[in-house]
């Protein structure tokens, strides 16, 4: 069993930056995929970043060249840097650890980027 707890969302104006935080205990942390997905009111949700065992990551298109997926697994921990942040990437954040057979979610961080 993995526990997810996701922070550091928030309020931010266009063209700022906010680090999250995805923390997990348990397990074997270091063996899991973990995905940031977001989800916007009206919309589905959405991969943002993904960072493999080994330290492989992969992003969307519309936040690539701004976005930093990074892990401690040492600490049981992966981040997001977001920067040049955009209205449009409002929604709430979702860390999601995943393998074979296995997938799990934390509840959610707030990000609102407004002026």
């Known amino acids: 069993q993995v526990h997810i707890v996701e922070s550091g969302g928030g309020l931010v104006q266009p063209g700022g930056s906010l680090r999250l935080a995805c923390a997990a205990s348990g397990s074997f942390f270091s063996i899991f995929i973990i995905g940031w997905y977001r989800q916007a009111p009206g919309k589905q949700r959405e991969l943002v970043a993904t960072?493999?065992?080994?330290?492989?990551?992969d992003y969307a298109d519309s936040v690539k060249g701004r976005f930093t997926i990074s892990r401690d697994n040492a600490k049981n921990t992966v981040d997001l840097q977001m920067n040049s942040l955009k209205p449009e990437d409002t929604a709430v954040y979702y860390c999601?650890?995943?393998?074979?057979?296995?997938?799990?979610w934390g509840q959610g961080t707030q990000v609102t980027v407004s002026s």
């Open positions: 999601n650890a995943r393998r074979v057979g296995y997938s799990y």
């Open positions: 960072i493999s065992s080994g330290g492989s990551t």
